[in-house]
Each structure stands twice: as C-alpha cells, then as structure tokens.
C-alpha cells in the first residue's frame, strides 16, 4: 500500500506531506495522547536509538501546541505531526472506537508501506523494528542496484541516440530531422 496524499502541521509548526516521505525511509508511528506514560516511553525510546538511514516521524490527534509542550518536555528528537481530524489515522486503519490504537509502519523510500505493527506493546517495540529496517535496507540493496543499472542504460541509450542524430542532421544541409540510430555500442550488465 502507497501512502495517500496528505498535508499535515509539525510539532513546529511546519506543513509535511507525503512529499515529504519520499527519498528516505521512514518509521510512522501512532501514539493515542502525547503526555502519557506509555506514549511518552515510545517516544523517548525512538529518539533515543540512532536511526541513521531513516527518518521517524510520530502521528497523534493531539494539538501543533500540545505536541510541542510534549516535544520540549521530553527532549524528544523525533517529528511529530498532529493530526486532528484523524486523516491519515483513517487511512491507516489505527482508530478502533474513535480512539487511536498505538502501531507503527516501516516505510520505504518510495512511499510503500512494507512493515507494519498493530496493538503495540513498548517495551522491546524500537529494537525490533530497527531490525526490521537493517533486514528492509539489506533486501533493497539489489533491488535498488538493478534499477540504478537499468535507469542509467536506458539514459545512456537515449544520449547516445540525440548525439547521433544531431551529428547526423549537421551532415545534411538540405533536411533537419533527427535520424535514429542503432547505438554503436551495446551496454551489458553483470547481474
């Protein structure tokens, strides 16, 4: 599942949107109330690890202001975005009788949804899903290879083809048009 369009406020004030997901990894995680214990172990224990290939970015129905109080309080360094009339909490699938049930999801670079965790329970909750990350990075490295490969063939193909058929409309002084070309040099692949 791709996540939807959205536009949301940061515990600073600041729009972030589905835009702002793409190019990184991202664990999003739902926490009933800023202020309690349970929400305010969470979200001491993700500021707490370093998630150096990943940015983590908690979601609750609280308040821009309620959840700066609560940024500040616990020197919290993950983003918190609030979200009121429940959006994205709909989207997700996390509110059960109008009130948020705490999970997470592993977002990959792309805006997919690739993990997810649902009725979490703190303790143990951030190792795992840092685990879980490291093995979705691991997994992504060929993957991602292979489309860099491929994206840089297909540019290359297409350099080598305006290169020839502008050399080729510099010869005719009587016509303009491009002329296509096979490329002389065929790219290959070791994987």
């Not at 297409?158 to 002389?184: D, I, L, M, W």
Request: net charge positive; proline share 2%.
């Amino acid at each position: 599942m791709r996540v939807r369009h959205f536009e949301l406020l940061t515990d600073e004030g600041k729009t972030f949107t589905h835009v702002d997901l793409y190019g990184k990894y991202t664990i999003l995680f739902f926490f009933p109330k800023a202020g309690t214990s349970g929400c305010t172990r969470e979200a001491v224990e993700f500021s707490k690890e370093n998630f150096e290939k990943a940015q983590v970015v908690g979601i609750s129905r609280d308040s821009v202001e309620a959840l700066k109080r609560f940024k500040e309080k616990n020197d919290l360094k993950v983003t918190l975005l609030s979200d009121p009339e429940g959006i994205l909490h709909e989207f997700f699938n996390v509110l059960e009788n109008g009130k948020t049930v705490r999970s997470t999801f592993l977002i990959d670079r792309w805006g997919f949804v690739r993990k997810e965790w649902r009725r979490v329970k703190v303790e143990g909750h951030v190792q795992e899903v840092k685990e879980a990350l490291d093995r979705l990075i691991e997994e992504d490295l060929p993957l991602n290879k292979h489309i860099e490969w491929r994206r840089a063939r297909r540019a290359l193909k297409k350099e080598q083809s305006t290169e020839r058929g502008v050399r080729t409309s510099h010869k005719s002084s009587s016509s303009c048009s491009f002329v296509h070309e096979q490329p002389a040099v065929e790219v290959r692949g070791s994987g």
